[in-house]
């Protein structure tokens, strides 16, 4: 069974850009959530969908947005980049169906860079 | 607000020896527990998963151990090598939905 996959890998923008990160689930699951990774600030959640509808939401600015398509395939957004939002951007999927023991799978990342 | 920390932030260790990777977190009420490995530049491969109801978990040269009422787990790696070195972390699951909470993660180096 295919991984999570995460498109692109790399990316360089600019100031002001907005910028938009592709996931992939593993087949068969409907929950994708995305994380931030940060020298400073860890991995820290953005949010969650499961079955086209976001579920979960953490403390980031409304420029942080995301979608969920009916195949499970999820993007995420960022508008307005800022020299802050260079980071690490993992999606995880999972099951979603809340059980004691529904592992998230994560996929390789995307590194943006904003110069 | 759940907050996760690891202790120690790095280890470095000949290969071979036993050792204990920490993490604690401050609110009980978890729905289970998971121990990641990273590799520098790398996404999170998952190590071990434990439910709130569990006590620890096996895998392989690996054993997870959870005292929820403590607030704390360990990650134990048995007969280290040099393919362990990577950055280890855990993280918890406050409630029903998927939101993972981090700790900072423990890097870990094997030397031969």
């Known amino acids: 069974k295919a991984g999570v996959t995460q498109t692109p890998r790399y990316l360089i923008k600019t100031r002001g850009q907005q910028v938009t990160l592709s996931c992939s689930p593993i087949?068969?699951?409907?929950?994708v959530s995305w994380y931030q990774q940060t020298p400073g600030q860890g991995l820290q959640f953005l949010f969650e969908?499961?079955?086209?509808?976001?579920?979960n939401k953490g403390n980031f600015p409304g420029r942080f947005s995301g979608r969920q398509f009916s195949n499970s395939r999820s993007e995420m957004n960022v508008s307005t980049l800022e020299l802050g939002d260079s980071a690490l951007y993992l999606c995880?999927?999972?099951?979603?169906?809340?059980?004691?023991?529904?592992?998230?799978?994560f996929g390789p990342g995307t590194r943006l860079t904003v110069l | 607000k759940q907050e996760v920390t690891q202790i120690p932030a790095a280890l470095s260790v000949p290969e071979g020896e036993n050792l204990v990777l920490n993490c604690s977190f401050t609110?009980?009420?978890?729905?289970?527990l998971q121990w990641f490995r990273q590799d520098p530049g790398k996404g999170l491969t998952s190590l071990l998963l434990i439910q709130s109801s569990q006590r620890e978990q096996t895998s392989g040269r690996l054993n997870a151990s959870l005292d929820k009422s403590s607030g704390r787990s360990t990650l134990y790696i048995a007969a280290s090598q040099p393919g362990d070195s990577a950055t280890y972390l855990c993280?918890?699951?406050?409630?029903?939905?998927?939101?993972?909470?981090f700790g900072t993660g423990t890097r870990l180096l094997v030397s031969p």
């Open positions: 969908y499961f079955s086209e509808t976001q579920r």
């Open positions: 995880a999927s999972s099951l979603g169906q809340g059980g004691f023991t529904d592992t998230q799978y």
């Open positions: 087949s068969g699951h409907r929950s």
């Open positions: 609110d009980s009420a978890i729905y289970n």
């Open positions: 993280a918890v699951r406050p409630g029903g939905f998927q939101k993972l909470v």
